[in-house]
């Protein structure tokens, strides 16, 4: 029998390892049909659902190359793209003569939309876990995607484990800046006040 990723080994480990694995995949399946069916490429996809979901809209390609991965040449050229289809548009950043804003334009939006609900399988996935294993199993996804940051495989971490604001007071983790307690549930994976604890 072929297997197509990690092999289940010996520890919980390599389980962890394998189960993230196959859930990645599952996910990446999803939007390759939803990019081929809409004629755009994975990366032009992955583009437009962070653009639709941006809390702050001066997004730049800098800061998107960084978030997925790739270069900018490579965000560039996918931007150009998505600008030529009419699903973005590039403004000039005020703060940055060299600089580009990059917005979806309302058929961009529609897309957005229409993404996520393709995807809503995958987060029917998570609504099946029982409520009250969710928090566990976001800390300890959150754990790993920290553990691959700290590695440098991973550029761009935005959650509580990687914040400098994290405290591991004795009464439990917690928010300096927020005041609030960090219990597993309470984590966040994007928080729009994150700052990259210091080395
Ligand atoms: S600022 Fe945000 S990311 Fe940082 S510890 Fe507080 S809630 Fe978490």
């Not at 550029?155 to 300096?176: F, I």
Request: charged share 20%.
């Amino acid at each position: 029998m072929w297997h197509h990723g990690p092999v289940d080994g010996p520890g919980l480990e390599h389980k962890l390892y394998a189960a993230v694995d196959r859930l990645g995949n599952a996910v990446r399946a999803a939007r390759r049909r939803f990019a081929t069916a809409h004629g755009l490429s994975l990366l032009q996809l992955q583009v437009v659902e962070l653009l639709g979901h941006e809390a702050d809209p001066r997004a730049r390609v800098g800061t998107l190359a960084a978030e997925l991965g790739v270069s900018s040449p490579t965000l560039s050229d996918a931007v150009a793209s998505l600008e030529a289809k009419g699903l973005l548009r590039r403004s000039p950043d005020p703060d940055d003569g060299r600089a580009s804003i990059l917005t979806l334009t309302p058929e961009g939006r529609h897309v957005a939309a229409d993404a996520d609900a393709a995807l809503g399988p995958i987060l029917d996935a998570a609504r099946a876990v029982a409520p009250a294993r969710r928090g566990a199993a976001l800390e300890a996804i959150l754990e790993m995607i920290a553990s691959l940051y700290r590695a440098g495989l991973i550029s761009v971490d935005e959650s509580c484990l990687t914040c400098d604001h994290y405290e591991a007071g004795p009464a439990g983790p917690s928010c300096a800046l927020l005041g609030i307690a960090l219990r597993p549930e309470n984590l966040r994976v994007r928080c729009p006040d994150h700052v990259p604890v210091s080395a």
